[in-house]
């Protein structure tokens, strides 16, 4: 049995092994990056492998708490988290008073709030918008942790708004003689 050079012609790498030596390559310069991992510096390159990447980027992602949709929001390394939710439109007056003078009253009540408030879109949507900053390191923990953390500011205020939008005006009871009086009237 000969020996053969590796460099010698016919001991080219396979493709395969070629691309299997490049992914593990990638994931051991992922695992030698400094723990813990802070959010956005993790990427999938356009090859489809990870990385790590020190480039300040933004996060964006969506979560789903009290029954609301969240969009979120990381500019970069050192920006706060945002959160935005459209919580529904302001009931009319005529579909229920009472609902909107609640919705109004916990509209206004939400300035007192240190991380945000509930806004009123020129559409008539009540919108929730929130800012805190991430504990460092940024990890996904911490991040969500912050989520969470303005979920749980806003709560109360939430909890009376879909009250608000849950009043509806009663309905008036009539009675079988006022029914009867309709009803001879259009046939007349």
Known sequence: MGVRAL????????????????????????????????????????????????????????????GIDFEAEIAGQKAPLRIKANLGKLPYSAESPD????????LAATDRLRHGQILLSDEQDMVLQGELSPPTPRTPVNVIATA????????PYISLLAEAVALRRPLIERNEDDMLQDTAAAET
């Open 99 to 106: 609902g909107r003078r609640l919705a109004r009253s916990v």
């Open 7 to 66: 460099d010698a012609p016919g001991n080219e790498p396979s493709v395969s092994a070629t691309s299997e030596s490049a992914a593990k390559s990638r994931v051991k310069s992922v695992a030698e990056t400094a723990l813990p991992l802070e959010v956005g510096t993790v990427v999938i390159g356009n090859d489809g492998h990870i990385s790590h990447s020190s480039a300040d980027r933004a996060l964006h992602f969506r979560f789903t708490a009290c």
């Open 148 to 155: 969470v953390a303005l979920i749980l500011d806003f709560k």
